[in-house]
């Protein structure tokens, strides 16, 4: 620790007296430099003397530290340097400065990220601007000095990348270091979803009935993609929603004679919409969201049949489409889980009938008018 103390003692007294960046060699040697790249294995540099000069190098196994001409520090390799957290917790890479590496104990802030920020397998993180991304190497430079140093880190120490639009690219799903679960909160530039739940009914009634669905149930899929906006993305997604008659209606359809029997419609509803999602983080592993859509709905009764003595009725509706929309609230956790509560209009149809008695069309037309809309709660898996 005295060692780092006195070389960036040392190197801030020269910076009274210089503009230029300085190299400290741990053999005692001083360069007057302008650093152009930071590598995992070298340090590039031109002259200070001779800023249009070639570049030159050294090995960064041979150097103690870089003060910028900005001031800023950074020591590499230093045995004596007080650990962060504990000793599995040092930087994967030594190009990484202490003042700009957040630890896992110290979240991140998505809604006021400016930057691209790298998060590396040892669970520390880094603002820059991502510059290149190579087969082996990522390149970039530090967020608060976007004309300085050029750094490389080997791409197999990042995790992923966070940028500053929201999307992250991930380099390794298979990480099991001390990242653990700390950054499930992340959300990837493209997800899916699977869910299902609880449908409760609402709207005006067929035939005069009132409101006559019971509650049913919905199952559904979602594709997420990024907006190019941090935390937005559009969706597209597909469901189909079940609903039976409610015991009023079936009570109003049943006929006080034991003759008499009913199979009675079902409510069949497949709506397809796109949209957009915009959420806001919470914490790590919690994104509160909502999310609007619209798109065309197909609307579906089976039959209904009566029948009594050696007769039989049989009313036939014809599938019909129609504009429908929904808004949505709800949670992700963990990008696996997801709980929401969504308002489903799915539109308003004069549905065509058939009647046919023993297998004879006998009338035909249109019925009064149906406008479907529920509530629905649901859970969600995303992958």
Request: aromatic letters at 14%.
């Amino acid at each position: 620790m005295k060692k780092v103390l006195l070389f960036t003692a040392i190197i801030f007294i020269s910076t009274v007296c210089f503009s230029q960046d300085l190299i400290s060699l741990k053999r005692g040697e001083r360069i007057e430099a302008i650093v152009t790249e930071v590598t995992p294995t070298l340090v590039r540099y031109k002259l200070f003397s001779n800023p249009e000069g070639k570049v030159y190098f050294v090995y960064k196994a041979d150097v103690s530290g870089i003060m910028y001409k900005n001031g800023r520090v950074e020591t590499f390799n230093q045995p004596d340097e007080q650990p962060i957290e504990n000793q599995d917790q040092q930087n994967n890479s030594s190009t990484l400065n202490r003042a700009n590496v957040e630890t896992p104990n110290q979240p991140i802030n998505y809604s006021t990220q400016t930057g691209d920020y790298i998060r590396f397998k040892n669970g520390t993180s880094r603002m820059v601007t991502v510059l290149e991304i190579t087969p082996t190497l990522v390149k970039f430079r530090n967020y608060d000095n976007p004309t300085g140093a050029i750094y490389s880190v080997n791409k197999s120490d990042v995790y992923n990348i966070r940028y500053a639009n929201g999307t992250v690219t991930k380099f390794d799903t298979s990480v099991n270091s001390v990242l653990g679960n700390q950054y499930k909160g992340e959300y990837a530039s493209h997800f899916s979803q699977f869910h299902a739940g609880v449908t409760f009914p609402s709207g005006s009634g067929l035939l005069d009935f009132g409101d006559n669905a019971a509650t049913g149930f919905t199952i559904g899929y979602k594709y997420y993609g990024s907006a190019s906006v941090q935390n937005l993305y559009w969706v597209f997604g597909i469901e189909a929603f079940y609903n039976e008659l409610n015991s009023d209606s079936k009570d109003a359809l049943e006929y006080n004679d034991p003759n008499y029997d009913i199979t009675f419609p079902k409510f069949l509803n497949f709506p397809a919409t796109f949209g957009l999602n915009y959420s806001i983080p919470l914490s790590e592993t919690a994104k509160i969201y909502g999310e609007g859509a619209m798109g065309l709905n197909l609307s579906m009764m089976t039959n209904t049949v009566v029948t009594f003595s050696n007769n039989e009725a049989t009313t036939k509706i014809t599938p019909a489409f129609g504009f429908s929309y929904g808004l949505e609230g709800g949670f992700f956790f963990n990008q696996k889980f997801s709980i929401g509560v969504r308002y489903n209009n799915l539109g308003s149809y004069k549905y065509k009938y058939k009647n046919y008695e023993n297998g004879t069309l006998n009338e035909s037309g249109r019925g009064n008018k149906l406008s479907i809309s529920c509530t629905s709660l649901c859970v969600g898996v995303l992958f």
